[in-house]
């Protein structure tokens, strides 16, 4: 029995724990910004671009100086044989050599048992095209990875924007309800007391609790929408499932002016797709120029120096002083590429070809943004339309209700005629919710056309 109190008081402390976890408090920039930090997406491009910084660090150092050393110690257990003519075996015969005689194997003359070498190659690479090319493209390739990641962090701000703007519809919402069943419950408790002095009868008191019932089941239901607009606004920060957050700010601080009639014409430059495809023709135009110089030649510096030694027995290999002898080397390696089967023709001509469907990619993503920002324009005008008259209509329903609640209470009304009109209000205030969702949408979707997004 005492463990089980014991395990029921921590379970209790875990549970206390659990709730008592502080709520981090964030406005639409700060989920944003944290986005930035923790989604995987961003994560990742950060890694990418570490890895194009080491690359043009790798590609820099092939043009510094190369060196290298190496030592070797080698027993000749079977030494091998040098053939020597016949007559440099009869020389003392004094016979003249006979050309025509047969080699005669020889060992242990020209070769030690023991064989040592230590020494140290450098080189240095005084011209090489593709070098330099390569140090350019590396650079492109590094700029790409910084584009690629602008690129994703509009996608971010977008998915975070919109998000964020579903939580405080659904709160403004939740809000909206809370106001009309604190107003139905007042009326509810005017018209019961009308119906204990005789004046209302037991069937309208019903009426409006049913539909009292009804708005707090809708509000049940925001309640849950809310949770879940939470859950995808940490989603697409990138935030554990387990951390609270409170956004703050209104609906009231976007404000969604009314965009000019003349079109809307987008700068590519602005977008970061169009950017991320300028760098990517850029880096194919270097390596079509990479190929085209591996037809120029090479010149490296090359020297080498060591020490050398052999020996007929193994104690002699450590008389460093007298059996060590140095060597060394200096001089210019020249590479001259001459026929590869015309292999650097067609690699050559496949680049421009790849070329082109680039540049064909990047007409098709002009007319693409052009189409994007015509209709997206044309989207928000819509939804702002569609948002005054439903901003409109919701007001005059709440006139609507309130004058059926006036005249109940004159008793020229009935409590039907109230239920219709709180039925007809709150459908006014759903379909103004929705339009207002679309409309911040539409606005989010105009801005990212535009390339305003994530600037």
């Known amino acids: 029995m005492k463990q089980l109190f014991l395990s029921l008081g921590f379970l209790s402390l875990l549970w206390q724990s659990a709730f008592a976890q502080e709520k981090r408090t964030m406005t639409l920039e700060q989920c944003i910004e944290y986005a930035y930090q923790n989604t995987a997406l961003m994560q990742k491009s950060v890694l990418d671009e570490q890895i194009a910084e080491a690359r043009v660090k790798e590609t820099i150092g092939i043009g510094l100086p190369q060196i290298n050393g190496s030592a070797q110690l080698l027993y000749n257990f079977e030494l091998r044989p040098a053939f020597l003519p016949a007559f440099f075996l009869s020389q003392g015969s004094g016979s003249p050599p006979d050309p025509d005689a047969e080699f005669v194997p020889v060992r242990g003359i020209f070769a030690p048992r023991y064989q040592g070498d230590a020494g140290i190659t450098v080189s240095q690479l005084i011209f090489n095209g ?58 509810i408790k005017d018209v019961k007391a009308l119906n204990k002095q005789g004046f209302a009868e037991n069937i309208e008191v019903t009426r409006l609790e049913v539909t009292a019932n009804n708005l707090r089941a809708e509000k049940m239901k925001v309640e849950r929408l809310i949770e879940l607009s939470q859950e995808l606004l940490k989603f697409q920060m990138g935030m554990p499932v387990q951390e609270k957050i409170e956004v703050t700010g209104s609906l009231r601080d976007y404000q969604l002016e009314q ?15 169009y950017q991320v495809l300028e760098t990517a023709i850029a880096l ?33 290999i450590g008389d460093f002083s007298n059996r060590w002898l140095g060597y060394g080397t200096v001089g210019l390696q020249l590479n001259l590429p001459i026929f590869n089967g015309m292999q650097r023709k067609y690699k050559v001509e496949q680049n421009r070809i790849e070329i082109l469907k680039l540049e064909q990619d990047k007409r098709n993503l002009e007319k693409a943004i052009d189409f994007q920002a015509t209709q997206a324009q044309i989207t928000l005008k819509n939804a702002l339309t569609t948002l005054e008259a439903q901003k409109r209509n919701m007001e005059l329903a709440k006139e609507v209700l309130r004058v059926s609640q006036i005249k109940y209470k004159q008793g020229v009304g009935s409590s039907v005629e109230i239920i219709n009109a709180e039925t007809a209000y709150k459908e006014a205030e759903t379909n103004y919710f929705a339009a207002l969702y679309d409309a911040l949408i539409a606005k989010v979707d105009l801005d990212k056309a535009l390339g305003k997004l994530g600037k």
């Open 130 to 187: 593709s070098y330099f090319v390569g140090l350019q493209a590396s650079k492109t390739y590094k700029e790409l990875t910084k584009k690629t990641t602008a690129s994703n962090k509009v996608t971010i701000a977008e998915n975070v924007t919109k998000a964020y703007f579903s939580l405080l519809v659904a709160k403004e919402r939740a809000k909206l309800i809370d106001a009309n069943i604190a107003r139905l419950d007042s009326l």
């Open 259 to 273: 965009i000019p009639d003349g079109e809307v014409r987008a700068d590519y430059k602005n977008r970061a797709e």
């Open 284 to 316: 194919t135009k270097l390596d079509l120029k990479n190929k085209q110089v591996g037809a120029y030649p090479s010149l490296v510096a090359i020297g080498q120096m060591g020490y050398a030694t052999g020996a007929r027995y193994f104690s002699n």
